[in-house]
Each structure stands twice: as structure tokens, then as C-alpha cells.
């Protein structure tokens, strides 16, 4: 389970300016967005600098001067760019634990992300495991935490199958559908790639997992942070990128008319990364997700060949021709349709979840965000059906829910148990 070796000086430029690593928590200055990276990144590649790297070393009027940027950003990159010493630090001791980061401007990358996703896809990306087979065959395995006996089944074979047939299996790395057929492939002797919003640093230690890590079955990775906690609004934005690093996707299990797998689900028909396929098991959320556009796959998968999956036309519409850019510029994405209830919510709960860390009322969200009540009401709500946030009744307050731990793979054998 070895980490990268040093960074190149155009990953390091990266890291230094979408990374929050070897930051005080109480600093003023902040990392880029990944959406402020892609203004900058177009910045870059519009002027005589080019490249990341020679972002390095430069002073903030220089970086203003230089990318048309404001005084304010100018600053901030500068006091980004100058804790070298400390990240390097930070880095190593990441190394240490096995943790490594891979940047846009690395060629293991995983190129999906960047066709797929384009201005979505994240700068920088922490992991552990083998980087060898990111750009692998993959088939995404996702569903719901609490899933029947038959979908548990049904996982445990589809994993089984994708490793017969040469296919990784991906997934969002959670109870229930998703670690099983993880666990379906590594048992089979397949590869499994787990996008995670648990910490990082926290799974690379679980004697469940350091077998797996170890011989290079098992990659884990994040876009957040590695000793970043659970967080709802980052398990809806992880969802994106379990689809673009798959060739096809099945869901096993998904409610119906709310929850995070549902989401997942319709924002990949609505963007048409990959063919979308869900258990044909007659009940309400597979019927809804059917009459959304997915394709309905039987129970039963004697002769399923798992090619065909992928095989399948998008069901919504295709992306967009990708061109492939420069490895750190991404292309300007098309201006997106106005969104519908359902793909509000989408947006703005990442927002609200920030604030949502400590228990608070409706009218606490509404006075903050100045939001009307009952759109408020409504949004909360809908967080609490889909067990993003806990509510208490007397008073009535909202706090973010905090799933509790538990093994990831209980199938795979622990090293020494």
C-alpha cells in the first residue's frame, strides 16, 4: 500500500490552491472551489503562463497582473501558494499511512472523470490502494442502505459476475448494496473501487480493509479531505462520480420518490453519463426509476453478459463531443436547463448542510439564507425522509445525521482476526 512519490510541480500547484491540507482551521484564506479552479484553470490557459506550475513562487500582484484576476483572488493564491514547507509535510504523513493524491495534472488520473464530467470533475483526488487500474473496465453497483435478503443476493452475484467477465466493480463504498457487491467482487478475486465520504485516513486503518489495500484488489478514493467526517451533502456529490468511472450502472435497491440513490440515479438519465439499469422487482422505486428512462434488468442473471450492459445507448441523451483539454483546463460546460424541484434540492443541500452541523429550527435556516418558511419546511423535510438530518421534537430542531460505523466488507477476511 505505498503512496505516490513527490508530486510533480504542476500537481503540487494544484494542491496548494484547491486543498485545505496544512491550512489553520482559523486561517481567513480558503482553498479554490473546484468551480473557482475551472475559472482559473481557463485564466491559465488564456495567458503567457500556460501551466500550474508557474503559479509557484509568484506574488499576488504578479498572479493579478498576469491571469486578470482581482486583488482579492490575487492575494489569496499568493498565501496559498506559499505553504510548500508545511504541505510537504502534511503529505508525507499521508504517505505514511498509505494515502495518496493524484491531480489533474497526473497522468493516472482517471480519464473518465475528465470526459464525463468535464467542469465537474475534481482537481485533486486523495486514495489509497493501487492507482494501476483507475481507467479499468468498471460496472457501478449502488442502492439503498437498507435493502431486502434477494438484493443482497443479487449484489453478492452481480460483483461474482463482474469479476468472471473482467470488470471492476464501482461504488459509493456504503452499507448494504454497495459494500456487498464490493465485497461479491473481492471474494470472486476482482478489483473494487469505493468512492468514500467516510475518512480517509480512518478506513486505511479498519484490519477489514488492509489485505485488499495491500494486494491491490481494493482501491479507495475521495474528493474531500481524508480525515474529513461523514457528510450528507458530500454523499450526494460523491454519487456523480461513481456513475463517470463506469462503463454501466445497476441499481439494486432504491425508495421511491426520495433518497440519496434515487438522486444519483435520475441526475445520471438527466446527464446521460452511462446506461442506467435497475432490478426489475416490481416494487416503487424501481418502476419509478423505469418510467424516468433506466432499463429494467431481470432477477435473475443466468447468461447475463455483462458487456451488453455498457452496450446499451444512454437512455436520456449523449454528452456532449468531448474534446481533451490540456490536463488541468477543463472545457466551459454548456449553461444548464433550469432546474426542477428535485434538482434544486440537489443544489442548495450542500449549502444548508454546512449549516445544519449544529441543531437548528426553521426559522433559524429561514432568518440565515433569507428563505421563506415553507420552502424551508419543505426542504427540511424532504433531508429528513431521506435521513440526511435527524429532528427533534420538542423544540423542533434539524441536525445533520451521523450514520454509525460499522465494517465495510464483513465477507472479506481481516488481516490476523
Known amino acids: 500500500m505505498r503512496a505516490n512519490a513527490a508530486l510533480s510541480p504542476d500537481a503540487l500547484a494544484i494542491v496548494l490552491v484547491c486543498s485545505s491540507l496544512a491550512l489553520d482551521a482559523a486561517a481567513e484564506v480558503k482553498p479554490l472551489t473546484p468551480g473557482e479552479w475551472h475559472t482559473?484553470?481557463?485564466?491559465?490557459?488564456?495567458?503567457?503562463?500556460?501551466?500550474?506550475?508557474?503559479?509557484?513562487?509568484?506574488?499576488?500582484?504578479?498572479?493579478?497582473?498576469?491571469?486578470?484576476?482581482?486583488?482579492?483572488?490575487g492575494v489569496r493564491l499568493e498565501a496559498l501558494l506559499a505553504r510548500g514547507g508545511q504541505l510537504a509535510l502534511a503529505l508525507e504523513r499521508l504517505a505514511g499511512r498509505g494515502i495518496w493524491v493524484l491531480t489533474r495534472a497526473d497522468?493516472?488520473?482517471?480519464?473518465?472523470?475528465?470526459?464525463?464530467?468535464?467542469?465537474?470533475?475534481?482537481?485533486?483526488?486523495?486514495?489509497?490502494?493501487?492507482?494501476?487500474?483507475?481507467?479499468?473496465?468498471?460496472?457501478a453497483i449502488v442502492g439503498s442502505r437498507d435493502v431486502d435478503d434477494q438484493g443482497l443476493e443479487l449484489s453478492t452475484a452481480l460483483g461474482r459476475r463482474c469479476a468472471q467477465q473482467g470488470f471492476a466493480v464501482v461504488s459509493g463504498a456504503a452499507r448494504g448494496v454497495d459494500a456487498t457487491a464490493m465485497a461479491g467482487?473481492?471474494?470472486?478475486?476482482?478489483?473494487?473501487?469505493?468512492?468514500?465520504?467516510?475518512?480517509?485516513?480512518r478506513l486505511v486503518r479498519r484490519r477489514d480493509l488492509r489485505e485488499p489495500l495491500s494486494e491491490g484488489t481494493l482501491t479507495l478514493m475521495t474528493p474531500f479531505r481524508p480525515d474529513a467526517r461523514w457528510h450528507a451533502g458530500n454523499a450526494m456529490r460523491r454519487n456523480r462520480l461513481v456513475y463517470a468511472l463506469s462503463r454501466a450502472a445497476v441499481v439494486v435497491a432504491s425508495s421511491a420518490a426520495r433518497g440519496g440513490t434515487r438522486a444519483g440515479a435520475l441526475e445520471n438519465l438527466k446527464a446521460g453519463w452511462v446506461p442506467l439499469w435497475v432490478r426489475d422487482d416490481g416494487t416503487p422505486g424501481a418502476e419509478d426509476l423505469i418510467a424516468a428512462g433506466a432499463r429494467a434488468l431481470p432477477t435473475q442473471l443466468d447468461g447475463l453478459d455483462l458487456e451488453r450492459l455498457g452496450a446499451a445507448a444512454p437512455p436520456v441523451q449523449a454528452p456532449l463531443p468531448v474534446v481533451l483539454p490540456p490536463v488541468f483546463e477543463v472545457p466551459t460546460a454548456a449553461a444548464p436547463a433550469a432546474p426542477k424541484d428535485d434538482d434544486l434540492f440537489v443544489c442548495v443541500w450542500p449549502v444548508l448542510a454546512r449549516y445544519l452541523g449544529e441543531p437548528r429550527s426553521v426559522e433559524d435556516v429561514s432568518q440565515h439564507f433569507d428563505l421563506a418558511?415553507?420552502?424551508?419546511?419543505?426542504?427540511?423535510?424532504?433531508?429528513?425522509?431521506?435521513?440526511?438530518?435527524?429532528?427533534?421534537?420538542?423544540?423542533?430542531?434539524?441536525?445533520?445525521?451521523?450514520?454509525?460505523?460499522?465494517?465495510?466488507?464483513?465477507?472479506?477476511?481481516?488481516?490476523?482476526?
Request: proline residues 9%; hydrophobic residues 40%; without cysteine.
Open 107 to 139: 497522468d493516472r488520473y482517471p480519464t473518465l472523470l475528465k470526459q464525463q464530467l468535464r467542469g465537474q470533475a475534481p482537481p485533486l483526488l486523495f486514495g489509497a490502494g493501487s492507482q494501476e487500474r483507475l481507467d479499468a473496465p468498471a460496472i
Open 185 to 201: 467482487s473481492l471474494d470472486a478475486g476482482g478489483l473494487a473501487l469505493g468512492i468514500t465520504v467516510d475518512p480517509l485516513e
Open 373 to 417: 418558511p415553507t420552502q424551508v419546511r419543505a426542504w427540511l423535510k424532504r433531508a429528513e425522509q431521506d435521513e440526511f438530518v435527524e429532528a427533534t421534537r420538542r423544540p423542533r430542531r434539524y441536525v445533520l445525521a451521523r450514520p454509525e460505523q460499522e465494517p465495510l466488507f464483513p465477507s472479506v477476511r481481516a488481516v490476523g482476526a
Open 40 to 73: 482559473l484553470a481557463v485564466a491559465l490557459r488564456e495567458s503567457t503562463l500556460q501551466r500550474p506550475r508557474e503559479l509557484l513562487g509568484r506574488s499576488g500582484d504578479e498572479l493579478r497582473e498576469q491571469l486578470d484576476v482581482s486583488a482579492e483572488m
